[in-house]
């Protein structure tokens, strides 16, 4: 298994980072829901403080009266949150391949030329570099809302950060089975499908699998800002207020339980690959 | 005609790896390349291949000069002559037949290498070479679970199906049992014998070079300094080729020295 320790930790914290993003704009949206509605007669900042917690109590309050009506509603959400996970996962896999390919470029060994190295490594740290929202906030303006531009933005950052712990992946890739290939009169191409994927396509899939999981709470932040699907819905049912509650807490606890779902197959899966290899 | 090699010269830096090489391999000998480490034996082997660009000199084979040759051409080249490595050089997460059908990528057309499509022709023909080298039992086996003598077999089979006029073989029992590398080599003498193949073998044993090849090449620092029949390789000849220290002195110290291995940027 070629992942090493430190560029995994790096995934878990940005998986984290998502996580603590998530929860903060929820948070955020929370309150300025209750502001919103408490604007004319808000009192002063401390008094409203202390309504903190009147807020969570109510959203609690409310879903747990409706708690029977809260499957419907799920059911209900259904789509959304499909069209969420539509989002992720074509972003992680049109982002995963082109960055197979690209890193195929930007390894040392694999190319004699360290000019293509040094030139896909920057594109990647640039793709990289830029906030998904950001790319998403553009494109939203420019091509409208919906969720084209949200798979456009995460499959940029996918490419700019898959790219690169790909890329280290095939730097410490064994050379002989290429060499050996190369010898026999096999095309670049071909060197690359049968001596260097078969070693390093393990590693790659894991970080896939993680970096699926970082998409799909992107784009989850991403539909806060009109990309569709729950994040929206949530949105929307958070800035309703009182009454729509349920709407809420059924729409976060199926976001909860897609990403726990999902966080303990990949491990399984994960864990067979290593086992495997 | 199967090559003959005119002024061959590779540096690497300053150091010269080969200077003004020429071999001419006119019949289908087993010939031994013998020399000290560092001599320049893989760089000869990688010259021909391609893997390696020489810096002068030419190769001239069927009245083309190889070291001209590039993309589908080179490739081509290099089907004819297959590589053995040392090391085996093997994909070790493959089967033994799929490194085995590898062979004839240099054939195939690109798609059919991405849905893994091998032709019937060439299955079988991989089988066969399979059951010929006693492989049979670890055909689904991945090819980096086998012992080193078996992959060396699995390696032969791999340049067989590529159907070569030549067989390179770069220090092919420099890490097998005594037992192992007596068999690889009666193998590739068999090749020779019953196929007619050129096969163009280094090797670190003076021994072994003496019983199984029909014509010894010396390289010392890059330069051929002995070229003839194995009858001729006489304690003298051998003597000359390493240096004038005692032969088996010599060859221990470059058995150790060669057991740390190099990795060469592909030329690919
Ligand atoms: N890729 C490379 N970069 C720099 N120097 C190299 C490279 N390959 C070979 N050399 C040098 O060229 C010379 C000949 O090397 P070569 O590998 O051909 O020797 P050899 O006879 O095969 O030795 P051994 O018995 O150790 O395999 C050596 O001095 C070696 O250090
Ligand atoms: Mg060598």
């Given amino acids: 298994m070629t992942l090493t320790s430190a560029n995994y930790r790096s995934m878990r914290h940005r998986k984290q980072l998502y996580s603590f993003l998530l929860t903060a704009l929820v948070g955020v949206l929370f309150f300025a829901a209750f502001g919103v509605t408490e604007d004319r007669n808000a009192g002063d900042f401390l008094s409203g403080f202390t309504r903190i917690l009147d807020f969570p109590s109510e959203l609690v309050a409310e879903s747990a009266a409706n708690a029977r009506g809260l499957p419907a509603l799920m059911v209900g959400f259904l789509p959304a949150l499909i069209e969420t996970l539509n989002i992720a996962i074509t972003a992680t896999l049109i982002g995963s391949t082109v960055a197979m390919l690209g890193a195929l470029f930007a390894a040392h060994g694999l190319m004699p030329s360290t000019l293509s190295v040094l030139t896909m490594r920057r594109i990647f740290d640039l793709l990289r570099a830029i906030p998904e929202i950001v790319v998403a906030l553009v494109l939203i303006f420019v091509l409208g809302g919906g969720p084209v531009p949200a798979m456009i933005a995460i499959a940029l950052h996918t490419i700019g950060s898959l790219g690169k712990l790909f890329a280290e992946i095939n730097d410490n890739a064994d050379l002989r089975p290429i060499q050996g290939l190369s010898a026999t009169g096999a095309s670049w191409f071909q060197t690359m499908w049968f001596g260097l994927l078969p070693q390093t396509m393990p590693g790659y899939f894991s970080y896939i699998l993680l970096r699926l999981e970082v998409n799909i709470r992107a784009s989850a932040i991403l539909g806060f800002v009109g990309a569709g699907g729950i994040g929206y819905e949530f949105k929307n049912a958070i800035t309703w207020g009182q009454g729509r509650y349920d709407d809420a807490a059924a729409l976060f606890l199926m976001l909860f339980a897609t990403i726990i779902i999902l966080d303990a197959a990949s491990g399984r899966i994960r864990k067979t690959l290593s086992e495997g290899g | ?268």
């Avoid at chain 2, 029949?229 to 002195?249: F, Q, T």
Wanted: aromatic share 4%; net charge neutral; glycine share 6%.
């Fill in chain 2, 1 to 268: 005609m199967y090559f003959d090699i005119e002024k061959l010269t590779k540096t690497f830096g300053t150091r010269t790896a080969l200077d003004k090489v020429s071999i001419k391999a006119q019949h289908p000998e087993m010939i031994g390349v013998i020399g000290r480490s560092g001599a320049g034996k893989s760089t000869l082997l990688r010259c021909i291949n391609r893997l390696t660009d020489a810096d002068s000199g030419r190769i001239i084979v069927d009245g083309t000069d190889l070291t001209c040759l590039a993309g589908r051409d080179r490739r081509l080249w290099r089907a004819r002559c297959a590589m053995i490595f040392q090391q085996f050089n093997l994909v070790p997460r493959l089967d033994v037949v799929t490194n085995i059908l590898c062979g004839t990528l240099s054939r195939r057309p690109v798609w059919a290498g991405l849905f893994n499509f091998f032709s019937r022709d060439d299955i079988d023909r991989a089988v066969e070479l399979l059951h010929h080298l006693s492989l049979e039992d670890h055909g689904l086996d991945r090819a980096g679970n086998l012992s080193g003598g078996q992959q060396q077999r699995v390696a032969i089979a791999r340049a067989l199906m590529q159907n070569p006029d030549i067989i390179l073989a770069d220090e092919p029992i420099a890490s097998l049992d005594p037992r192992n590398a007596e068999q690889i080599m009666q193998i590739l003498h068999d090749i020779n014998r019953q196929e007619n193949k050129l096969v163009l073998v280094n090797l670190h044993s003076v021994d072994m070079a003496r019983r199984f090849c029909d014509r010894i090449i010396g390289l010392r620092q890059g330069r051929v300094v002995f070229d003839g029949p194995v009858d001729a390789l006489d304690d003298r000849a051998v003597a000359a080729i390493y240096d004038g220290a005692r032969a088996d002195a010599a060859m221990a110290a470059s058995v150790t020295a060669n057991l740390e291995e190099r990795h060469d940027p592909l030329s690919a």
